[in-house]
């Protein structure tokens, strides 16, 4: 939908200092009180995201309760088509870390005003968006698209809170199936930085981590060579620590056997001297 220039010719946006553009909102046409949207054009350089592109992403502040994803794209697609929608209760990165979890697992969104990222198909609908005149509010509820509230909206939620058991199983199997995936591509990514393991001349292992895309170690005549002469030094420090293994038990023997004698020596002499001892009490 092409945004209207006339209107906009006569009439001014209004524009507050941090360069945000507060827009008008009123639930239905006959409703007396508006409500105030902060409009500005999404410029973070640290965040390099596909899902935000910086020419065509709106931020939007003080967004209320009553408005969802799919009441905001109604509203700000008068400025031109959207792509996608975001609320979230405060201003943050789109990367999420861990698996997507479904909407059935995920908590209860709070209650609460919102900030918006409203990503349009093309750039002019920023400028249109924040250059649309404050004395025009942007109507909520209207009779092509009325927006349930009070009593209504609560049983609706209630009625949708109820999962059927069938799409309850595929979405857990669904889930289980990329944890499974997930944890295969933990194990082979392991077991590739364990064979890119090197052992150097001492016998110790240097463990190195490798990238993605890294090249497999080459099985050539000189690098065979090498393997064999380690495998030949592990062998030659073996049997040398078997030798030094047997010495050392060996001296042992020897020096118990030398205790045991001494031993029995002093209780032969003992004995003697008991033998001859004689009572003099003078």
Known sequence: MAPSNKKHATEKACVIPGGFTVLSLQFSSDSVAQHSL???????RTEKSSYRPLDRTLFVLNVPPYCSESVVKDLFSRFGSI????LRDHPG???????????????????????????????SSIGAAKSHPHDDPLVVSTEQRPVETGIQKWIHQYTKSFIHPDKLQLTVDSFMQDYDRRKEEEA????????????????WVKVTRG???????????AANQRTLQREGRKNKRKELMNFYTWQHRN?????????????????QRIALM????KFKPY
């Open 38 to 44: 902060y409009v500005k054009e999404h410029k973070v």
């Open 83 to 86: 792509t996608s929608v975001e």
């Open 93 to 123: 990165s789109s990367e999420d870390s861990g698996p997507k979890l479904s909407k059935i697992f995920r908590p209860v969104s709070k209650q609460g005003f919102k900030v918006g990222y409203i990503v349009f198909e093309s750039p």
């Open 188 to 203: 082979e990514r392991q077991r590739q930085e364990a064979e890119k393991q090197q052992e150097d001349e001492e016998g």
């Open 211 to 221: 990238h993605k895309g890294a090249m497999a170690r080459p099985h050539s005549e």
């Open 251 to 267: 001296t042992q023997k020897e020096h118990i056997a030398e205790l045991r004698k001494k031993f029995e020596e002093d209780k």
């Open 274 to 277: 008991r033998a001859q001892r």
